[in-house]
T-cell receptor, first 113, second 114 residues
Framework: GDSVTQMEGPVTLSEEAFLTINCTYT??????LFWYVQYPGEGLQLLLK?????DKGSNKGFEATYRKETTSFHLEKGSVQVSDSAVYFC????????????FGKGTRLSVIA | DTAVSQTPKYLVTQMGNDKSIKCEQN?????MYWYKQDSKKFLKIMFS???????INETVPNRFSPKSPDKAHLNLHINSLELGDSAVYFC?????????????FGAGTRLSVL
């Protein structure tokens, strides 16, 4: 079945450091890919998405590019802030109707001042 | 206005009790979901409803019974609660057109079974 693998956390960075969270997937066909973020005590919010190969999703300084050849969707940010501290989830869904999201296990990011 | 709202936010109860969690969305979406997040933050789909009809039922114990009185609501009833049911339960919704594939989540219900 479909699956998502993302790097284990926790990740601790200093403010203004560069962030990469790796995500790879296994799926039949061409899924849509997402990054969701969960701030402490809150629900999940969509951070960015890409629906086809070579698409780049971006939001709030975060970026991820849909790489079909490596089945990857790595999340990057050039300069993290303390307010970016959260749990980040990579996820996919099939492009066939409203199918549920398949999530990675989440990566906790802590940014220290 | 909250797009996807769940109540209650916290639920503490004894083993063996029956409890319900309610979910409402005001986005006009056709499909609603229940996900379970365990203590290690892993999220997994439990149920999915489209226009009040059950379309996905993962391997969830039959003590869990979703009910959709209309397409804006999807409630989750849990019978004979067990310790292992302690988790955060998230409701979500999505639409078949336009912003398809994007799911909008509620804030979650943290269930603690003692």
């Amino acid at each position: 079945g479909d699956s998502v693998t993302q790097m284990e956390g926790p990740v601790t960075l200093s403010e203004e450091a560069f962030l990469t969270i790796n995500c790879t997937y296994t799926a039949t066909g061409y899924p849509s890919l997402f990054w969701y973020v969960q701030y402490p005590g809150e629900g999940l919010q969509l951070l960015l998405k890409a629906t086809k190969a070579d698409d780049k999703g971006s939001n709030k300084g975060f970026e991820a590019t849909y790489r079909k050849e490596t089945t990857s969707f790595h999340l990057e940010k050039g300069s993290v802030q303390v307010s970016d501290s959260a749990v980040y989830f990579c996820a996919l869904t099939r492009n066939s109707g409203n199918t549920p999201l398949v999530f990675g296990k989440g990566t906790r990011l802590s940014v220290i001042a | 206005d909250t797009a996807v709202s769940q109540t209650p936010k916290y639920l503490v109860t004894q083993m063996g009790n029956d409890k319900s969690i309610k979910c409402e969305q005001n986005l006009g979406h056709d499909t609603m979901y229940w996900y379970k997040q365990d203590s290690k933050k892993f999220l997994k789909i439990m149920f999915s409803y489209n226009n009040k009809e059950l379309i996905i039922n993962e391997t969830v114990p039959n003590r869990f019974s979703p009910k959709s009185p209309d397409k804006a609501h999807l409630n989750l009833h849990i019978n004979s609660l067990e310790l292992g049911d302690s988790a955060v339960y998230f409701c979500a919704s999505s639409q078949d057109r336009g912003t398809r594939f994007i799911q909008y989540f509620g804030a979650g219900t943290r269930l603690s079974v003692l």
